[in-house]
Nanobody, 126 residues
Framework: EVQLVESGGGEVQAGGSLRLSCRGS????????MGWYRQAPGKECEFVSA???????YYGDDMDVRFTIFRDNAKNTIDLQMDSLQVEDTAVYYC????????????????????WGQGTQVTVSR
């Protein structure tokens, strides 16, 4: 059974940083293309970043300026380092597994990828 468990969310003031982490299980992590997307109240799903099995990284529109994605295959984790956070970054952040390797650059409906976790809340206050 595929499982994705996020951690690291919380509340931070504008200009601060957070690092999200996601641990995957139930699949061969080394071969997995992984990513993050977010969902804010009243807004559409937004692709944040992806990292493929070969380490190639992709970011959503303007996401690469303040966000950095990492992976650690030894720990079966991907991390998202978020710096200079803005109020507009407030959302639930989801870890996702792109099992079919479609490499989407946008969400399909309310999700990105083929499997996703429960999400972790990130709140940025003024």
């Amino acid at each position: 059974e595929v499982q994705l468990v996020e951690s690291g969310g919380g509340e931070v003031q504008a200009g601060g940083s957070l690092r999200l982490s996601c641990r995957g299980s139930g699949f061969v992590f080394d071969d997995a293309d992984m990513g993050w997307y977010r969902q804010a109240p009243g807004k559409e799903c937004e692709f944040v970043s992806a990292i493929y099995d070969d380490g190639t990284k992709y970011y959503g529109d303007d996401m690469d300026v303040r966000f950095t994605i990492f992976r650690d295959n030894a720990k079966n984790t991907i991390d998202l380092q978020m710096d200079s956070l803005q109020v507009e970054d407030t959302a639930v952040y989801y870890c996702a597994y792109d099992r079919e390797k479609h490499h989407p650059r946008y969400c399909a409906g309310d999700n990105w990828g083929d499997y996703w976790g429960q999400g972790t809340q990130v709140t940025v206050s003024r």
